[in-house]
T-cell receptor
Framework: GAVVSQHPSWVICKSGTSVKIECRSLDFQATTMFWYRQFPKQSLMLMATSNEGSKATYEQGVEKDKFLINHASLTLSTLTVTSAHPEDSSFYIC???????????FGPGTRLTVL | AQKVTQAQTEISVVEKEDVTLDCVYETRDTTYYLFWYKQPPSGELVFLIRRNSFDEQNEISGRYSWNFQKSTSSFNFTITASQVVDSAVYFCALKRTSGTYKYIFGTGTRLKVLA
């Protein structure tokens, strides 16, 4: 159990376009979902925390208007990178927290390349 | 403030050698969780272990073992008889047991096991 999927697994887009990444908990309800960004050969950096039905909490330095997060249901959270630029190219990973569990279950990641 | 330090950026070993990955953490909390994750080239994080701060028993799982030393704030990971398939980036992470559910990741250690 506790499977998290992400779609797409990779995406290439032109500069200036918006890209939406979906994160789904397949076999459990996720009270909280997290979005991370990982640049090549670097660690995971938390971007934001989202709870179902409420606004996401962004980490310091993360632009809310650029990285739109929607957690519309207990099994789905979306990250939209608006007006993407080459510097947004990165590996985006989501994770989900099941109920009151202390563990996060990670998705397989989405590799975004902005040309 | 919480922090996780993985001082070893990259380690190379020859197959069948034992290797230890170091993790040192900082926290003012009396209770917390520590984790180890493996990130193979595919990018997906693979959960390896979770350790609660009040459980200082060392753990062994097959070729993997973990040494938790609260006195030195370390949670080291040893792979015995390493194999090429162990080649990956390994992350140590820290999480509070109350309040925020954020994970604080270390910078990771890239392990290369040579045949």
């Amino acid at each position: 159990g506790a499977v998290v999927s992400q779609h797409p697994s990779w995406v290439i887009c032109k500069s200036g376009t918006s890209v939406k990444i979906e994160c789904r908990s397949l076999d459990f309800q996720a009270t909280t979902m997290f979005w991370y960004r990982q640049f090549p050969k670097q660690s995971l950096m938390l971007m934001a925390t989202s709870n179902e039905g409420s606004k996401a909490t962004y980490e310091q330095g993360v632009e809310k208007d650029k990285f739109l997060i929607n957690h519309a249901s207990l099994t789905l959270s979306t990250l939209t990178v608006t007006s993407a630029h080459p510097e947004d190219s990165s590996f985006y990973i989501c994770s989900a927290r099941r109920g009151s569990a202390d563990e996060q279950f990670f998705g397989p990641g989405t590799r975004l390349t902005v040309l | 403030a919480q922090k996780v330090t993985q001082a070893q950026t990259e380690i190379s070993v020859v197959e069948k050698e034992d290797v230890t990955l170091d993790c040192v953490y900082e926290t003012r909390d009396t209770t917390y969780y520590l984790f180890w994750y493996k990130q193979p080239p595919s990018g997906e994080l693979v959960f390896l272990i979770r350790r609660n701060s009040f459980d200082e028993q060392n753990e062994i799982s097959g070729r993997y073992s973990w040494n938790f030393q609260k006195s030195t704030s370390s949670f080291n990971f040893t792979i015995t008889a390493s194999q090429v398939v162990d080649s990956a980036v390994y992350f140590c992470a820290l999480k509070r047991t109350s309040g925020t559910y954020k994970y604080i990741f270390g910078t990771g250690t890239r392990l290369k096991v040579l045949a």
